[in-house]
């Protein structure tokens, strides 16, 4: 694999998760903070408009209009739309400062922690994660996709590359301590790289926990769409917690209970995320794998003994 030579650090690709914002505004009055030496950092906030009135989007959500197609379509001219061909053509592979590497910063509602959400699990991405999860516990590692899924969103723009989801808090709240804890995170991200660069990744743990998507669930509704059912007191804030065949998952408004029915322990996510009932999620459904580290880790190393 070559160098990593420009990584672009996002905030603002949802307008009221202001974590990420606020960073890049940091980092754009002291831009001495995400520069390395065998790379260049850039920022950008991602949906300007958006962040001007406060709101997750103007017209549609950014996150979703990365579809190559998509990209590719002049009929789409909605301002996300358009914003999304902007950031592809400056940080896409042909773009005018092509990025190796994308951080996308995001926060939520739910009780997410500190989430690192992969879209693929190269060499790279997987060291990268596991190197974060050697040095923060805390930080926990989602597959976002399977394989054959083509994904829209902002960090698909290159191979490399991460979401960082932090929570819980609210909307348009900034949060000293997940602040703190964000701008950590991106500092260990960008040490990372650099010593990748060098050809002196750290050495990780063997095997690490990921929680890979497999599917969504909506809440119970009714024949005109209406929600039914809360999600279940028992599970709120229990993101990353295993749910057990036969436990609550929702509590109608009358207080009847609607046990989880499948057949296996899962582990939910995105746990009733305020940005999600609009798209009829009230959770994501996780399943918990060891992934083994080491000999990727060792492909790494051979390959970086190979670049120039």
């Given at each position: 694999?070559?160098?990593?030579?420009?990584?672009?650090?996002?905030?603002?690709?949802?307008?009221?998760?202001?974590?990420?914002?606020?960073?890049?505004?940091?980092?754009?009055?002291?831009?001495?903070?995400?520069?390395?030496?065998?790379?260049?950092?850039?920022?950008?906030?991602?949906?300007?408009?958006?962040?001007?009135?406060?709101?997750?989007?103007?017209?549609?959500?950014?996150?979703?209009?990365?579809?190559?197609?998509?990209?590719?379509?002049?009929?789409?001219?909605?301002?996300?739309?358009?914003?999304?061909?902007?950031?592809?053509?400056?940080?896409?592979?042909?773009?005018?400062?092509?990025?190796?590497?994308?951080?996308?910063?995001?926060?939520?509602?739910?009780?997410?922690?500190?989430?690192?959400?992969?879209?693929?699990?190269?060499?790279?991405?997987?060291?990268?994660?596991?190197?974060?999860?050697?040095?923060?516990?805390?930080?926990?590692?989602?597959?976002?996709?399977?394989?054959?899924?083509?994904?829209?969103?902002?960090?698909?723009?290159?191979?490399?590359?991460?979401?960082?989801?932090?929570?819980?808090?609210?909307?348009?709240?900034?949060?000293?301590?997940?602040?703190?804890?964000?701008?950590?995170?991106?500092?260990?991200?960008?040490?990372?790289?650099?010593?990748?660069?060098?050809?002196?990744?750290?050495?990780?743990?063997?095997?690490?926990?990921?929680?890979?998507?497999?599917?969504?669930?909506?809440?119970?509704?009714?024949?005109?769409?209406?929600?039914?059912?809360?999600?279940?007191?028992?599970?709120?804030f229990q993101d990353y917690q295993p749910l057990?065949?036969?436990?609550?998952?929702?509590?109608?408004?009358?207080?009847?209970?609607?046990?989880?029915?499948?057949?296996?322990?899962?582990?939910?996510?995105?746990?009733?995320?305020?940005?999600?009932?609009?798209?009829?999620?009230?959770?994501?459904?996780?399943?918990?794998?060891?992934?083994?580290?080491?000999?990727?880790?060792?492909?790494?190393?051979?390959?970086?003994?190979?670049?120039?």
């Open positions: 694999m070559s160098k990593i030579k420009r990584v672009a650090i996002v905030g603002g690709t949802h307008g009221n998760e202001v974590t990420g914002i606020y960073l890049v505004k940091k980092f754009e009055r002291s831009p001495h903070l995400i520069q390395r030496p065998s790379f260049e950092s850039l920022t950008l906030i991602a949906n300007p408009q958006a962040c001007a009135i406060g709101k997750r989007y103007v017209d549609t959500d950014l996150n979703r209009c990365f579809h190559r197609q998509d990209l590719a379509n002049p009929d789409l001219t909605s301002y996300e739309a358009q914003q999304a061909k902007i950031i592809y053509q400056t940080f896409g592979l042909q773009g005018s400062q092509p990025a190796d590497f994308v951080i996308d910063l995001h926060s939520s509602t739910a009780n997410m922690g500190l989430s690192i959400i992969l879209g693929n699990e190269n060499l790279l991405n997987l060291s990268l994660a596991a190197y974060l999860t050697s040095i923060n516990p805390k930080v926990k590692i989602l597959y976002s996709t399977s394989q054959k899924q083509v994904r829209p969103h902002l960090d698909s723009i290159c191979e490399f590359g991460c979401t960082l989801e932090v929570g819980a808090v609210a909307q348009n709240v900034l949060d000293a301590t997940l602040f703190q804890e964000t701008e950590a995170i991106i500092h260990a991200i960008l040490d990372y790289l650099e010593s990748y660069n060098q050809g002196k990744t750290p050495p990780v743990k063997d095997t690490i926990n990921v929680y890979h998507s497999i599917e969504t669930i909506d809440y119970p509704r009714n024949e005109l769409g209406e929600i039914q059912a809360m999600i279940h007191p028992q599970l709120q057990h065949p036969g436990e609550p998952m929702f509590l109608t408004f009358d207080g009847k209970e609607i046990n989880y029915e499948g057949e296996a322990t899962v582990y939910p996510v995105f746990i009733n995320e305020a940005a999600y009932y609009e798209k009829g999620i009230a959770m994501c459904i996780t399943q918990l794998s060891d992934k083994n580290v080491n000999s990727q880790q060792s492909t790494v190393n051979s390959q970086q003994s190979t670049v120039n």
